[in-house]
């Protein structure tokens, strides 16, 4: 007999109405399956039940588990989220393969595990943990499972399921909320693991931040003392090169207890059932308050709840705008009272700060084996550090992370026992020190400054004879404003180093010289970039590599180590890179298959986040100008660093803001036309170079050269053409389309690089949208407009960027030509 449920539940909960037959067992095999209406599966100790059921008002059917042994029917997990059943046709069955299907009407697939492979005697259990397992019946060991329901997680955590990733399978376990009561597809509101050197946990409405719950520093997350552990459960964090994922678990086996995205509320909620109450009662929520919001008080800003208002700068830093800050708008952040000197060692000091929730991590190092002195003077040397901590509090503490760039999304947490360190300049350190002695007196305070004195001249003093002592003196690289010391080498220490720059040593050569690889006496290796003579790179552009690239610091850039001016000769002296550029893999044949499609995508995640810092969070807002295959070198783990910056230019603030050049000087098949027809630069000029350059990175084709085989089509228009007929996989190198690649992450790069390479700059994304789309799979992406250079014959005259909707709709092609530098 059919059992009838139908009751109001609170905001937090949903509301059902279920039908469904009582099923003694907690598995199928191949010969049995579940109708709709006739039975369910329960878990051994009837803690789980799966089945069908109509969530809120909806008449719609779903295949889903709930909770047994509570009255209050709450659904933890749902199938066909967004493919109902309109009827009770649905069926839930085994084939002989291995793969779960439901079906309805017979013959209508609407969901399925998608298993690929055989399996010999697969039975499909309800397991009392909650989870859905798949395996083969002799095999109940849970690292061999089939397919298992805790991969897939909907809008609810339970004890064992694990949030995060699993790096070797590209496996993303997340959170996303139900749309509604009455609709169990995923709405905007999600919360996931993020896997950056330093992880934690987001929650997030689309694509934007909205909550943050700080680091895991080895005690719990550090801004949410509602995800450490209490009486009752704990919390298991693992971080390594396979997995980053966080559980919890409870000790009391008589709790039940779940975390549940509530999307009326657009919060986070840790809930645990009362059967005094009968019902779910709620232990924390996340955001809690005002200052829960993701980066309230802007850059450098430090939100405090019991402060009016709440929003203060850092100690050492004002708001940008003091206007808008004054009206409580906070937007804008604070900035540094005195930027850090990044002269010395000695220049630098840290302002320590305690009971803060730390800066998001999204660009930051880690070093787990060091200590908090190394780790403040890893900071000191490197002119991009912000702020350092440890990495684990746990115990006596251990590690260190650096944060580069603006420190977003602080906010005090008195539990918080984390400290961290804020670079401040020497002078401004004493300024501080001198305003806390002025209380105490005058004459104590003069003598503290006459000691800051005479300390800060001698250590300035022997810092500047032990440069004279190491250095060989040159001229000055820079001018004006610009002068900027580097590491001067001799040209007897390079000529040694190279073996006379020999031509074994040669790694390759650019439109601007050979480089060439060497070793130092210490038996550090380096590479040697060695201007030729006749190079269309002068002294100009020498500087300007010189002077951006010094002050540029970041994993996807290429690190210089000094640089050389003697007569004629200009060289610069780089980290070296074992595995060479870009192009000595993607456009060999046989190389190319060394390139699994893990590791081209990571190539293209990293040269996507380089070019961010370049675009957005470095000091200065730099234009690369000459981004290709050949720019991209690789370290010895494959990571791209972005490399030659002879035609770089910085430009303002302003996204739109654009330079122009009457000397175009770049790359064929890599300029966008705005640059090569009129000589204005953006940051979208360098979006449409990434753009080719993910198309390349797929397919394994040079953009420069496919027209001359193709009837004048050029690469970016045959992969826009292949998408428009839905034929995008043809694109992909064919070393790839066999192995066991993820589909939709390959047509998702291939339709991020066209977006990248529409012909107008406007409508080309940025590039922290570009790194946005490549981390979520979740968000929807626009199409793209015909791209630039579409055909290979002659150029267009007039304005390249035709913006009424006609044109837009229209397949026009863009006529363009380029001359090689």
């Given at each position: 007999?059919?059992?009838?449920?139908?009751?109001?539940?609170?905001?937090?909960?949903?509301?059902?109405?279920?039908?469904?037959?009582?099923?003694?067992?907690?598995?199928?095999?191949?010969?049995?399956?579940?109708?709709?209406?006739?039975?369910?599966?329960?878990?051994?100790?009837?803690?789980?039940?799966?089945?069908?059921?109509?969530?809120?008002?909806?008449?719609?059917?779903?295949?889903?588990?709930?909770?047994?042994?509570?009255?209050?029917?709450?659904?933890?997990?749902?199938?066909?989220?967004?493919?109902?059943?309109?009827?009770?046709?649905?069926?839930?069955?085994?084939?002989?393969?291995?793969?779960?299907?439901?079906?309805?009407?017979?013959?209508?697939?609407?969901?399925?595990?998608?298993?690929?492979?055989?399996?010999?005697?697969?039975i499909l259990q309800l397991l009392d943990s909650g989870n859905l397992?798949?395996?083969?019946?002799?095999?109940?060991?849970?690292?061999?499972?089939?397919?298992?329901?805790?991969?897939?997680?909907?809008?609810?955590?339970?004890?064992?399921?694990?949030?995060?990733?699993?790096?070797?399978?590209?496996?993303?376990?997340?959170?996303?909320?139900?749309?509604?009561?009455?609709?169990p597809c995923p709405g905007d509101l999600s919360y996931e693991l993020e896997p950056y050197a330093y992880p934690e946990v987001y929650i997030r409405k689309g694509t934007k931040k909205y909550y943050r719950s700080g680091p895991w520093n080895g005690l719990g997350f550090a801004g949410s003392q509602?995800?450490?552990?209490?009486?009752?459960?704990?919390?298991?964090?693992?971080?390594?090169?396979?997995?980053?994922?966080?559980?919890?678990?409870?000790?009391?086996?008589?709790?039940?207890?779940?975390?549940?995205?509530?999307?009326?509320?657009?919060?986070?909620?840790?809930?645990?059932?009362?059967?005094?109450?009968?019902?779910?009662?709620?232990?924390?929520?996340?955001?809690?308050?005002?200052?829960?919001?993701?980066?309230?008080?802007?850059?450098?800003?430090?939100?405090?709840?019991?402060?009016?208002?709440?929003?203060?700068?850092?100690?050492?830093?004002?708001p940008k705008s003091q206007e808008k800050w004054s009206s409580m708008e906070w937007s804008d952040g604070c900035v540094r009272d005195k930027p850090p000197s990044c002269q010395g060692k000695d220049m630098d000091g840290f302002v320590k700060f305690e009971h803060l929730k730390p800066p998001d991590t999204t660009h930051t190092w880690v070093n787990k084996s060091m200590n908090l002195k190394e780790c403040r003077a890893k900071c000191l040397s490197n002119c991009s550090c912000t702020a350092y901590s440890n990495f684990n509090i746990s115990g006596e503490g251990s590690g260190c992370v650096i944060w580069f760039g603006d420190l977003i999304d602080i906010r005090q947490v008195q539990a918080n026992e984390q400290d961290l360190y804020v670079r401040t300049p020497t002078s401004e350190l004493a300024k501080?020190?001198?305003?806390?002695?002025?209380?105490?007196?005058?004459?104590?305070?003069?003598?503290?400054?006459?000691?800051?004195?005479?300390?800060?001249?001698?250590?300035?003093?022997?810092?500047?004879?032990?440069?004279?002592?190491?250095?060989?003196?040159?001229p000055k690289v820079g001018g004006g404003k610009e002068d900027l010391e580097l590491p001067l080498v001799n040209l007897s220490t390079i000529t040694s180093a190279t073996q006379n720059f020999s031509i074994d040593n040669k790694l390759g050569e650019g439109g601007f010289g050979p480089v060439y690889r060497g070793?130092?006496?210490?038996?550090?290796?380096?590479?040697?970039?060695?201007?030729?003579?006749?190079?269309?790179?002068?002294?100009?552009?020498?500087?300007?590599?010189?002077?951006?690239?010094?002050?540029?610091?970041?994993?996807?850039?290429?690190?210089?180590?000094?640089?050389?001016?003697?007569?004629?000769?200009k060289?610069?002296?780089?980290?070296?890179?074992?595995?060479?550029?870009?192009?000595?893999?993607?456009?060999?044949?046989?190389?190319?298959?060394?390139?699994?499609?893990?590791?081209?995508?990571?190539?293209?995640?990293?040269?996507?986040?380089?070019?961010?810092?370049?675009?957005?969070?470095?000091?200065?807002?730099?234009?690369?100008?000459?981004?290709?295959?050949?720019?991209?070198?690789?370290?010895f783990e494959m990571n791209p660093k972005i490399s030659d910056f002879g035609l770089a230019r910085t430009v303002g603030g302003d996204d739109q803001l654009e330079g122009?050049?009457?000397?175009?000087?770049?790359?064929?098949?890599?300029?966008?036309?705005?640059?090569?027809?009129?000589?204005?630069?953006?940051?979208?000029?360098?979006?449409?170079?990434?753009?080719?350059?993910?198309?390349?990175?797929?397919?394994?084709?040079?953009?420069r050269g496919f027209h001359q085989e193709n009837q004048g089509l050029t690469l970016i228009g045959h992969a826009w053409n292949l998408m428009k007929e839905g034929r995008a996989f043809e694109l992909v190198d064919a070393c790839l389309r066999d192995s066991h690649q993820n589909l939709q992450e390959v047509l998702r790069c291939i339709h991020i690089g066209l977006l990248c390479v529409q012909q107008c700059p406007a409508d080309r994304p940025n590039m922290s949208s570009v790194v946005v789309m490549l981390s979520s799979e979740q968000t929807n992406l626009p199409e793209p407009k015909p791209p630039g250079y579409f055909m290979e014959t002659n150029s267009p005259e007039g304005d390249h960027c035709m913006r009424n909707a006609e044109s837009s709709s229209t397949n026009k092609l863009t006529i363009t030509v380029l001359k090689a530098r």
């Open positions: 007999m059919a059992i009838f449920f139908s009751m109001f539940i609170p905001t937090t909960i949903f509301l059902f109405s279920l039908f469904v037959f009582s099923f003694a067992s907690d598995s199928i095999s191949p010969i049995q399956s579940i109708g709709d209406g006739a039975g369910t599966l329960v878990s051994r100790e009837g803690r789980f039940e799966l089945g069908f059921f109509s969530p809120g008002n909806t008449m719609n059917r779903y295949l889903g588990i709930w909770y047994k042994n509570i009255p209050v029917i709450t659904v933890v997990w749902v199938a066909n989220r967004c493919n109902p059943i309109n009827d009770s046709s649905g069926v839930l069955m085994l084939n002989s393969t291995g793969n779960v299907m439901l079906l309805y009407q017979n013959t209508s697939v609407v969901w399925s595990t998608g298993l690929v492979g055989q399996a010999e005697k697969p397992v798949l395996r083969e019946e002799k095999d109940a060991n849970s690292e061999t499972y089939l397919w298992q329901s805790f991969d897939y997680p909907s809008d609810t955590l339970i004890p064992g399921i694990k949030l995060g990733w699993d790096l070797k399978k590209g496996l993303n376990r997340h959170l996303t909320a139900w749309k509604n009561t009455d609709d509602q995800l450490r552990s209490n009486s009752s459960d704990g919390i298991n964090f693992v971080n390594n090169d396979e997995e980053v994922y966080y559980t919890y678990y409870v000790t009391d086996k008589s709790v039940t207890s779940r975390l549940f995205l509530n999307p009326a509320t657009s919060t986070r909620q840790r809930l645990t059932w009362s059967e005094e109450e009968r019902s779910w009662s709620i232990l924390s929520s996340a955001p809690t308050d005002y200052c829960g919001n993701y980066g309230l008080c802007g850059a450098n800003g430090n939100c405090v709840i019991t402060d009016k208002p709440i929003c203060q700068c850092l100690k050492g830093f004002k501080s020190n001198l305003k806390v002695r002025a209380a105490i007196g005058a004459v104590i305070a003069g003598v503290v400054l006459v000691s800051l004195l005479v300390g800060f001249y001698i250590c300035r003093r022997a810092s500047k004879e032990k440069t004279e002592r190491n250095l060989v003196l040159s070793r130092l006496k210490d038996g550090q290796e380096i590479a040697v970039k060695r201007l030729s003579r006749i190079s269309g790179q002068g002294v100009d552009e020498f500087k300007n590599e010189v002077i951006l690239i010094a002050k540029l610091q970041h994993r996807n850039l290429v690190k210089i180590l000094g640089c050389c001016i003697k007569g004629e000769e060289m610069l002296i780089y980290e070296y890179m074992p595995n060479k550029s870009l192009d000595f893999f993607i456009f060999d044949h046989k190389k190319r298959e060394l390139l699994e499609w893990p590791t081209r995508f990571k190539i293209i995640n990293g040269i996507a986040r380089g070019l961010l810092y370049l675009h957005q969070d470095s000091r200065l807002r730099i234009i690369h100008r000459d981004l290709k295959a050949s720019n991209i070198l690789l370290d122009k050049t009457k000397r175009v000087i770049g790359t064929y098949g890599y300029m966008a036309p705005e640059y090569a027809f009129n000589g204005r630069f953006s940051i979208k000029s360098d979006v449409f170079s990434f753009g080719i350059l993910v198309l390349e990175i797929l397919s394994g084709i040079k953009s």
